[in-house]
C-alpha cells in the first residue's frame, strides 16, 4: 500500500525570516545613525534626520548589496530606496495638508456656523457669532448652476468624440485637453470682459458660474469620453441591428450602459470646482448674506469666505478660514469617495 | 447555383446613400454643436480679452512684454494723465516659479511612480493611486493657505541652507539676503500641486511599457533598476517629458496657491532664492480689486498673453503625450 | 498505388463511420425551397465589398429560398463575415467600408436610394458572435428592446415576451425572473436572449455571424435546435467555423476562400451535397479536413 502524502505549498521565491531581519537591522541601523550623526554634529532638525536617514539606509542597503552580489545588485537596491523616497515625498505633504487643517479646522466648527451667515459679523469676530451658511449655499447655487451647462455641453462634447467622429475629432479631443488647462483667473477675466462689463454690469451667482463651467467641461467631458469608449461597440451595432437609429440606440442603450461611469465624471467636475477661487474673486462679489437669487447680486461661497477670513488676519479670522477650509476639504473627499466607489464599477456588467 | 463563371471585371464601388433620419440628423446636429463648444469657447476668450486688451497693447507695444513699470497716474477729474504699463518682471517670475516647481516635482514624480509600478506590492499601489487622485483634486486655495502657513517656514529655511552651501552656484547667489516669499517657496508650493499630474501621466506611460520586453530583460538576468534602464525609461522618457510639460502648464496658471505666497515686486528678478517674485496671474488679482476701467485693460490683456502662453504650453505637452501614447502600443 | 489505396481506406472511412458530415446533414428533416409560402426570400447578385483599398469579398452570388437555413463556411478571413453584414447594411459602419451589387430583398434593392435603413434592419436580423444582451435593461426588456428602439407599438407585449422567448428556447428557464438583469444570465442563455431579441421586430431574415463560438457545446446544441425550429418561419444565414454544425443545422451550405485575394464564394450546394461529393476540389479538401 503506497500512501501518497501531498506536498505542501512553499513560496521559495519569498523574503526568509533570515531576510527580514537584514532587513529590519539595516532599516534600525539607519534610524540608530542618523540620532547618532544629529547629536554629533551640528546638523539639527527634521529635515536633517529625514535626509541622515535615507542617506545612511541608501549606503548600508547598498553597500550590503555590493559585497555580497556585485555592483549591479547595489545600483539596483540604491535605486530601490530612492523611488521610495519619490513615494515618501509625494505622501508626505498630503498627509501634512489633512493633518493641519482638520487639528486647526475643528476649532472653528461648531453648530452655530452652520445656521448663520456673516451679515451681523465681521471675520474678525469672536467665532461664537456669525457663521458659513452663505458661502455653503452660495457655493451650492455656483456648483448647481455650472452643472446645469456644463453637463449637457460636456456629455455631447464625449458623444462627439466617442459615436460621431467626424472630421472634427482629432482637433477637437485637441482643444478639449488645451481647454482643461486654461487658468481659471483667465476664464473669471474672460467672462468679465465678454459678459459682466458689456452686459450685466453686476455681480451675480450666474457670472461665476459661467466660468466654472469653463473650467468644468473638459473635466467632465474627458472622464465621459473614457466611460464611453469602454461600451464595447457590440451594443451599438446590436441596438443599430434591431432597427434602432443612432439617436435612439445612444439615448437607449449607449448612455444608460454608462450611466454610473457619467456620474463619476460629473462628481469629478463638482470637485474640480467646488474650491476654484480666483474667479469667484473677479466675478461674484463675495456677499455675507444668504442670497436666494442666483441672477443679481454678490453671492458667498466657501472659497470666497476662506479667501476673505485668512487676509482679515486676526486669529478668530485666521480660524475662521480653517473651518471653512476643513468643510471645503471634506466636501471635496466626500465627492472624491463618491466618484471612486462609482467608478470602479465603470459599466454596469 | 453554380458559381464558375467566367472572369468578371471588378465593379465600381457603389454609392451608399445612406440618408439619416430626421431624428439622426438632428441628434448629430446638436452632438456635433456640443462637441464644437470646445472650439467656440477658447475662440471667444482670445477675442475678447485681445478686443478689451487692444488698447493697452497698442499703445504699449513691446514694451508691454519688455518693460516692468506698472504705473497709472490721474489727474483730480479721474483721467487717466500717464500710464505705463509692462510685464516683464511678472513673466520672469512666473517662468522662474514654474520652472523652480518643475524641477522638483519632475524627479519626485518619476520616482514615485517607477515605485507604484514596479515595486510597491498591489495593495499599496491602490492607495497611493487613491491619495495621487485625491491630491489633484484639492482645491488650489487649501495648497496656498496650508503653504503660507505650514510649510514657508520650513521652506525658508531650505533656503538658506541652498544658499549657505550652495551659494556659489549662479542660480542660488543671494543679494540682498531676504529669504521670505521667494519664487522658491512659490515654486515648492507649486511642485507639489503638480506632483500628482506628473505621477499620473508618467505612470500611465510606465504601465504600458511592453510586457514582453520587460520579461525579455528579466530573463537574461537584470536587476530589476537594470530592467528599468533598458525597457521602461526608453519607453517613456518623452511621455514623461510631455507629462512635465502639462505639470509646467499647469503651474503657469496657478492663481491663488502663489499669490498667497509669493511677494510680487515690479522689477526683474532672476534670483530663485530672493524674496521678490513676479506672476501674471497674481497680478490680476492682486490689481483688481482697486483698478480702474483703464487698468482693467492692461490686466485683459495680460490674462490674454497668461492664455496664449498655458496653450502654447499645453499644445507642446499634449502633442508629446499623444504621439508617444501611439508610438508604445 | 500507395495514393489510391489511401484515398480506398478514406472512403471507407468516410460511408462507415456513422458521424460523417454527410451522414449528419442527411439526418435531419430535409426541407425544399418554394414549399413555404414567406415571401420570396433573399437574393445577392454580384457582391463585393472593400475596406479602403482593401478588396475583401469579390462576387458573390447567392440566393435564399425562403424557410432555409444556409450556411456559410470557410477558413478565417475569407470574407463571410463582411458578406452577411453586407447583407442588413451593418457593413457600412465600418469607416472606409464600400461595396458594389444588389442585395434583393422580395425583389427590391436594400441599397437602394430613398431605401430606409432602419426598416431594412427590421427585417433582417442579426444575432452576433459574441452575446450582448443591453447591460442597463432587465431580460423582458431586453427582448423588447428592438420595438422601443424603432418606436413601434404593440398592444401584447407580454404575448409577444412570451412567444419570442419560446421560440428562442429560453422560456422555461427565464419566465420566473424577467425582472433579472441579462448579465445575470449564462453565456449560452445571454445568446438565446439576443436571438429572442432579435425575433421580437419579426424579421424575415435573421443573420447569425458564429453565433456558437463563444459557447459551450451544451449551449451549442440549445441554439442549433432553436435554429431548426425557426427555420419553419424564417431565412436564416448563419457563418459557423464549425463543419459538424453547417451540417447539422443547414439546408445549403455555401463555401468562401480567398486566395490572398479578396475573399470568393467558391461552390454553394445543398448541405448533403457539399459534404458528400463537393464539385470543386478546394472545396473537398476543405471538408475533408486537409487545410483549413
Redesign the interface.
Known amino acids: 500500500m503506497t500512501t501518497i502524502s501531498a506536498p505542501t505549498p512553499t513560496r521559495p521565491w519569498a523574503a526568509s525570516p533570515k531576510d527580514r531581519l537584514r532587513d529590519l537591522s539595516l532599516f534600525l541601523l539607519a534610524i540608530l545613525g542618523s540620532y547618532l550623526v544629529v547629536a554629533v554634529t551640528p546638523m539639527k532638525g527634521k529635515l536633517a534626520y529625514f535626509t541622515l536617514f535615507f542617506a545612511i539606509y541608501m549606503s548600508l542597503t547598498a553597500g550590503f548589496q555590493w559585497f555580497t552580489r556585485g555592483s549591479a545588485a547595489a545600483k539596483d537596491a540604491f535605486v530601490n530606496s530612492l523611488v521610495a523616497i519619490g513615494a515618501v515625498v509625494t505622501v508626505i505633504p498630503i498627509g501634512s495638508i489633512i493633518a493641519t487643517v482638520v487639528v486647526k479646522g475643528i476649532k472653528g466648527i461648531n453648530f452655530g456656523i452652520f445656521t448663520h451667515d456673516m451679515s451681523q459679523a465681521a471675520p474678525t469676530d469672536p467665532l461664537t457669532s456669525g457663521g458659513l451658511l452663505h458661502a455653503i449655499t452660495g457655493t451650492v447655487t455656483l456648483v448647481a448652476l455650472a452643472l446645469v451647462m456644463s453637463i449637457p455641453i460636456g456629455i455631447l462634447t464625449a458623444l462627439y468624440l466617442t459615436e460621431i467622429r467626424g472630421v472634427f475629432t482629432r482637433p477637437i479631443q485637441f482643444l478639449v485637453q488645451a481647454m482643461s488647462g486654461v487658468p481659471s483667473v483667465v476664464a473669471g477675466l474672460f467672462i468679465l470682459s465678454a459678459i459682466l462689463y458689456p452686459i450685466t454690469h453686476a455681480y451675480s451667482a450666474f457670472m461665476g458660474s459661467l466660468a466654472l463651467t469653463i473650467l468644468m467641461i473638459p473635466t467632465i467631458a474627458r472622464t465621459s469620453q473614457e466611460v464611453l469608449k469602454l461600451i464595447p461597440n457590440d451594443l451599438r451595432e446590436a441596438g443599430v441591428a434591431l432597427g434602432g437609429t443612432q439617436w435612439r440606440t445612444v439615448a437607449m442603450i449607449v448612455l444608460p450602459a454608462a450611466r454610473s461611469g457619467l456620474i463619476t465624471a460629473i462628481i469629478l467636475g463638482i470637485a474640480r470646482i467646488a474650491g476654484e477661487t480666483a474667479p469667484l474673486l473677479l466675478l461674484t462679489g463675495g456677499g455675507d448674506t444668504v442670497n436666494p437669487n442666483a441672477f443679481s447680486g454678490p453671492i458667498g461661497s466657501l472659497p470666497y469666505y476662506i479667501w476673505k477670513s485668512f487676509n482679515a488676519g486676526s486669529p478668530e479670522a485666521l480660524t475662521r478660514a480653517w473651518a471653512g477650509l476643513l468643510v471645503l476639504m471634506v466636501l471635496v473627499l466626500i465627492l472624491f469617495t463618491l466618484a471612486r466607489l462609482l467608478g470602479t464599477r465603470k459599466v454596469a456588467r | 447555383m453554380s458559381t464558375i463563371a467566367p472572369e468578371r471585371p471588378i465593379p465600381a464601388p457603389r454609392e451608399l446613400t445612406t440618408e439619416p433620419r430626421f431624428s439622426d440628423k438632428v441628434f448629430r446636429a446638436v452632438v456635433t454643436a456640443g462637441g464644437l463648444s470646445s472650439l467656440i469657447i477658447l475662440g471667444l476668450i482670445a477675442i475678447f480679452l485681445g478686443y478689451r486688451g487692444f488698447e493697452i497693447l497698442r499703445s504699449e507695444g513691446l514694451n508691454f512684454l519688455t518693460s516692468s513699470d506698472w504705473s497709472i497716474s490721474t489727474d483730480d477729474a479721474g483721467n487717466v494723465t500717464e500710464s505705463h504699463f509692462g510685464i516683464a518682471a511678472m513673466l520672469v517670475g512666473t517662468i522662474l516659479c514654474s520652472i523652480v516647481a518643475v524641477a522638483i516635482a519632475l524627479p519626485v514624480s518619476v520616482f514615485s511612480a517607477l515605485f507604484m509600478n514596479f515595486y510597491a506590492p498591489g495593495w499599496l499601489k491602490k492607495i497611493l493611486i487613491a491619495i495621487i487622485d485625491m491630491m489633484a483634486a484639492f482645491p488650489s486655495i487649501l495648497y496656498g493657505i496650508w503653504g503660507f502657513l505650514v510649510l514657508m517656514p520650513s521652506v525658508e529655511y531650505w533656503a538658506k541652507l541652498l544658499n549657505h552651501y550652495f551659494g556659489w552656484l549662479p542660480f542660488f547667489k543671494l543679494h540682498p539676503y531676504v529669504v521670505t516669499r521667494s519664487p522658491f517657496v512659490a515654486g515648492v508650493v507649486l511642485a507639489i500641486m503638480i506632483i500628482p499630474i506628473i505621477t499620473s501621466v508618467s505612470r500611465e506611460i510606465f504601465s504600458q511599457a511592453p510586457l514582453d520586453r520587460i520579461q525579455a530583460a528579466y530573463a537574461l538576468g537584470a536587476t530589476r533598476w537594470a530592467m528599468i534602464k533598458a525597457v521602461v525609461i526608453p519607453h517613456g522618457k518623452s511621455g514623461v517629458i510631455g507629462g512635465a510639460m502639462l505639470g509646467l502648464g499647469r503651474a503657469m496658471g496657478e492663481t491663488v496657491a502663489v499669490y498667497t505666497v509669493l511677494n510680487i515686486v515690479f522689477q526683474i528678478n532672476w534670483q530663485v532664492l530672493l524674496g521678490a517674485g513676479g506672476n501674471v496671474a497674481s497680478l490680476i488679482i492682486l490689481k483688481f480689486g482697486e483698478a480702474s476701467p483703464y487698468e482693467i485693460k492692461a490686466l485683459m490683456a495680460a490674462g490674454l498673453v497668461l492664455f496664449l502662453l498655458t496653450l502654447i504650453v499645453n499644445a507642446i505637452a499634449e502633442l508629446i503625450v499623444r504621439t508617444t501614447g501611439k508610438s508604445g502600443r | 498505388m500507395n495514393e489510391s489505396h489511401e484515398s480506398e481506406k478514406e472512403n471507407m472511412e468516410t460511408t462507415t463511420r456513422p458521424s460523417s458530415l454527410a451522414d449528419v446533414a442527411n439526418a435531419k428533416e430535409q426541407k425544399v425551397p418554394g414549399t413555404r409560402a414567406m415571401g420570396t426570400g433573399l437574393e445577392t447578385r454580384?457582391i463585393?465589398a472593400?475596406f479602403g483599398n482593401n478588396?475583401v469579398l469579390?462576387?458573390v452570388?447567392?440566393?435564399f429560398a425562403a424557410g432555409t437555413v444556409t450556411a456559410l463556411i470557410g477558413p478565417s478571413g475569407c470574407g463571410k463575415s463582411t458578406f452577411i453584414r453586407t447583407i442588413?447594411?451593418?457593413h457600412?459602419?465600418i469607416?472606409g467600408a464600400?461595396?458594389?451589387?444588389e442585395v434583393l430583398l422580395d425583389g427590391k434593392d436594400v441599397?437602394a436610394?430613398?431605401?430606409?435603413?432602419?426598416?431594412i434592419?427590421?427585417q433582417i436580423?442579426?444575432v452576433?458572435q459574441?452575446p450582448?444582451p443591453?447591460?442597463?435593461?432587465t431580460i423582458g426588456e431586453n427582448v423588447l428592446?428592438?420595438l422601443?428602439?424603432?418606436?413601434q407599438k404593440v398592444s401584447n407585449k407580454d404575448e409577444l415576451l412570451e412567444e419570442c422567448l419560446e421560440r428562442a428556447g429560453l422560456w422555461n428557464e427565464v419566465k420566473d425572473r424577467l425582472g433579472a438583469?441579462g448579465?445575470s444570465l449564462s453565456g449560452g442563455q445571454q445568446q438565446r436572449l439576443?436571438i429572442a431579441?432579435?425575433l421580437a421586430?419579426r424579421p424575415q431574415v435573421l443573420l447569425m455571424d458564429e453565433p456558437c463560438s463563444a459557447l459551450d457545446p451544451g449551449s451549442t446544441l440549445r441554439i442549433e435546435e432553436t435554429i431548426r425550429h425557426l427555420s419553419d418561419t424564417m431565412t436564416i444565414i448563419i457563418v459557423t467555423h464549425n463543419m459538424q454544425q453547417a451540417a447539422r443545422v443547414s439546408d445549403?451550405t455555401a463555401f468562401f476562400l480567398s486566395d490572398g485575394g479578396p475573399g470568393q464564394?467558391?461552390?454553394?450546394?445543398p448541405t448533403s451535397e457539399i459534404f458528400s461529393r463537393p464539385?470543386d476540389k478546394r472545396t473537398e479538401n476543405y471538408v475533408t479536413g486537409r487545410f483549413g
Open positions: 454580384g463585393h472593400w478588396h469579390s462576387d452570388n447567392l440566393d442588413n447594411r451593418m457600412e459602419f469607416p464600400a461595396m458594389a451589387g441599397y436610394p430613398g431605401t430606409d435603413v432602419t426598416k434592419r427590421l436580423g442579426m452576433f459574441k450582448n443591453f447591460p442597463s435593461m428592446s428592438g422601443k428602439l424603432s418606436q438583469h448579465g439576443c431579441r432579435a421586430v445549403y464564394m467558391i461552390e454553394a450546394s464539385r
